[in-house]
């Protein structure tokens, strides 16, 4: 009976919700959101966005928003998507959301199975935080040699798939790989301060703010 | 990728590292970020601990915009020595080219020569040569050239001599008369002029199996010009003349040539993004985006290498079947022959080149093997097509129910010989059946016959770029096992002799018109150490 997982309470609910660092060798720095309400604005020391940027936006810029029919981009400010001013609008892969007058990501969903998505800015602006992109993670995550997958590592053989479970996350990787430093076959659990290394592949976690 | 030192570890005090970057010849390369928030390329730089260290510090103060910055040199606790650089996001020259294997339009190469000159020059004016001028070392940050890893060539040039392995690719980019030891700044505009060729080719102008080849072609082969913009044949000339003397003598006046024919200073032109439709119309549109390929883009590539290589087999069909025909003496099915060569090749040509998975590099297309009963399929239709073609070839018209029984005409000049005459004269059914005894409507006999020799091969696998040879003849004595095994689907001998020796012909000519890309092969320690 001590092995029932317990409820989560408000406060771990909120720690796994916080966004984490992925560090790629060889690949690149992702910042990784789990909330399904994420908001955008300037990286300010004492801002609490999800996802700051270092550009010329507000505060809190704008959110996107998860649902059951996809993600849902909501401006606070002035907001532009693909070229036309909105309040509020469905996101599909490949569209353009022009924060303020200058700072522009592209919205992309590359797993056609997976709803997860990822955020890349094509306006030469940055992150606060040294990453290539964002990804608002779902259900999971895809690093793999397809195109077709959240983070793409031509050099893999098959791909590398994090997903969520009821306590946190967890690898899934077709063979041996160390978490921690433990060998674990097929899956494991992960959590933001660990490492994981396959012999294709390896990545950190890190708890970030 | 093994790296030593992992996301969190701090090699050096105040420098935290986020992860690896790469593995270069000499050392791990870090990113990092520093207790204060700056980014950071660490570079630990494990190729000899001796190494006298000036040729780095020569370099450490050197501002340029098209330069990787060096911030600092520090050695650590055990000893090690660390540069610690500019951290550049961009991508390097080498993953760019990779995506474009064709080269890129000439004005975004004048454009990136015209940063890369500049910073040469600058290396050049503080009396540094690179030496080690490679896609590799050269990246592009928000379409700024930025040249990295001078400083440590001289250290290379002594490892080597210290017999440390080094990786085969920089021989590309090697002036003739390194051999001789000669290391001066005419060094860099030949590998300036190797870079140029392949930024507007996608190709190095000498390939080949193995270091000493690459070398004796650097020293002895004349480049082939002919795939370049032939504004452009003039300079390269110049840059890649074998004697140093006759080469252009600063980079300058190399840089210099290529402006006047590019004109650098007009405004960046971005690559095109996926819709144009979806740019923003605010200021958005000035700053210089990231270079990204957009399936379109890779499309009209494909298109544009596609037509030429349909030309190419034009040719190379009418060659093929004119020496058939002087060979068998078979003149009278010399036309027939050859437009069937051309339908067969060009229905294995046009899927091939155009029909990859989406976003798949197409220097890598044998990769999508997953798909094969796919493409066999697809192939199979086409055989069909090619089939009903032959059919037409043959002189038979199409059983088309509302045509009326035709008077007998003859179709083509060719096919005006007194059996096939007799066929045509029937009703349209009766057109349909071969004048030999056979079952089989005539219809049936050619259709299954070209849909299996398209459905078994994997046609495909003879166009790759990464094919293990140009012409394989294997697989053109595969094309002629499979056929002669299904010859007895065709009914008369004249068709089996024009069947089989089209698609023989076809398959040769697939292979003989899809560019090739000779594979590196990855060569024993000893041998690298040997031409080391």
């Keep these: 009976m001590t092995n029932e997982p317990t409820a989560p309470t408000l406060d771990n609910l909120h720690e796994q ?27 300010l020391t004492e801002n609490p966005v999800d996802i700051a940027l270092i550009a010329d936006v507000s505060r809190h810029h704008a959110t996107i928003q998860r649902d059951p029919e996809g993600y849902f981009l909501e401006a606070v400010r002035k907001v532009h998507m693909n070229g036309k001013k909105i309040d509020k609008a469905l996101l599909r892969s490949t569209d353009r959301i022009t924060l303020g007058n200058s700072c522009q990501l592209q919205f992309w969903q590359p797993v056609p199975v997976s709803t997860s998505a990822r955020l890349d800015i094509v306006s030469g602006h940055r992150f606060a935080e040294p990453v290539q992109a964002a990804i608002l993670m779902a259900d999971t995550l895809v690093i793999g040699p397809s195109t077709q997958s959240h983070i793409h590592v031509p050099d893999m053989t098959q791909p590398l ?3 969520r479970t009821k306590s946190g996350l967890a690898a899934r990787w077709p063979g041996e790989m160390q978490i921690a430093g433990k060998t674990v076959r097929d899956r494991g659990p992960l959590e933001p301060g660990t490492t994981l290394a396959t012999d294709q592949i390896s990545l950190a976690l890190e708890k970030i703010r | 990728m093994k790296f030593t030192y992992h996301s969190g570890h701090q090699p050096l005090p105040g420098y935290t590292i986020k992860r690896g970057i790469g593995l270069g010849g000499f050392g791990e390369v870090y990113f990092a970020v520093t207790d204060g928030g700056k980014e950071v390329a660490l570079k630990w730089i494990r190729a000899n601990q001796d190494i006298e260290m000036r040729g780095v510090q020569q370099c450490l103060n050197l501002k340029h915009p098209n330069l990787v910055h060096l911030y600092d040199v520090r050695t650590d606790d055990q000893g090690h020595h660390w540069l610690v650089m500019e951290y550049v996001a961009g991508e390097p020259l080498s993953t760019i080219f990779s995506r474009h294997p064709n080269g890129v339009a000439s004005e975004l190469a004048g454009q990136w020569f015209h940063g890369l000159a500049q910073a040469i020059h600058c290396l050049h004016e503080h009396g540094i040569v690179h030496r080690d001028l490679k896609p590799g070392n050269i990246f592009l940050e928000n379409g700024l050239i930025k040249v990295g ?3 440590l060539c001289k250290l290379i040039a002594d490892s080597q001599k210290a017999g440390m392995t080094k990786d085969v690719g920089t021989v590309h980019y090697m002036a003739p008369e390194i051999s001789t030891g000669n290391y001066n700044r ?19 102008p000498f390939e080949g199996e ?18 370049v913009p032939k504004e452009f044949v003039p300079i390269l000339q110049k840059a890649l003349v074998k004697n140093p003397a006759h080469r252009y003598a600063t980079i300058q006046e190399m840089a210099k040539d290529v402006a006047a024919v590019v004109n650098p200073n007009q405004p960046m032109q971005p690559l095109p993004m996926k819709s144009p439709a979806s740019a923003p119309t605010h200021s958005v549109a000035d700053y210089p985006m990231a270079i990204s390929v957009t399936s379109t883009m890779i499309f009209q590539q494909r298109w544009s290498e596609l037509s030429g290589i349909l030309l190419w087999s034009v040719l190379a069909a009418a060659i093929l079947t004119l020496g058939w025909a002087l060979i068998f003496d078979a003149y009278d099915k010399l036309p027939q022959t050859f437009f069937l060569v051309l339908a067969a090749s060009w229905s294995v040509l046009i899927p091939s080149k155009l029909w990859l998975p989406e976003g798949k590099d197409l220097q890598e297309p044998s990769k999508a093997d997953h798909d094969s009963w796919t493409r066999r399929l697809l192939h199979m239709t086409l055989g069909f097509a090619v089939g009903i073609f032959a059919l037409y070839l043959d002189g038979y018209e199409m059983p088309l129910p509302w045509k009326p029984t035709a008077d007998f005409e003859v179709l083509h000049p060719w096919q005006a010989n ?31 016959y070209f849909g299996l020799m398209f459905l078994i091969l994997r046609w495909w696998k003879t166009t790759v770029p990464d094919r293990s040879k140009r012409l394989s003849i294997m697989a053109v004595l595969g094309v002629g096992f499979w056929s002669y095994i299904l010859l007895f ?39 690298r150490l040997a031409t080391a």
Aim: a positive charge; glycine letters at 8%.
């Design chain 1, 17 to 43: 919700q916080a966004p984490f660092a992925l560090w790629i060798d060889g690949v690149g720095g992702y910042l990784v959101c789990l909330s399904h309400r994420v908001t955008l604005g300037q990286a």
């Design chain 1, 161 to 163: 798939i994090l997903f």
């Design chain 2, 149 to 151: 890893d001078y400083g």
């Design chain 2, 186 to 204: 005419q060094i860099d505009v030949y590998a300036a002029g190797i870079l140029l060729y392949e930024m507007l080719t996608g190709h190095v």
């Design chain 2, 210 to 227: 193995s270091a000493g080849e690459i070398l004796m072609k650097h020293l002895t082969v004349q480049p082939d010009l002919t795939r």
């Design chain 2, 418 to 448: 007194p059996e096939t005459q007799q066929v045509l004269s029937r009703s349209w059914v009766g057109r349909m059946y071969g004048s030999e005894n056979t079952s089989m409507p005539i219809i049936a006999c050619y259709l299954s």
């Design chain 2, 489 to 527: 689907l065709l009914p008369s001998v004249h068709q089996r002799e024009v069947g089989f020796a089209s698609l023989v012909m076809a398959s040769v000519v697939c292979q003989v018109t899809c560019p090739w890309k000779e594979k590196v092969p990855v060569r024993k320690k000893k041998m």
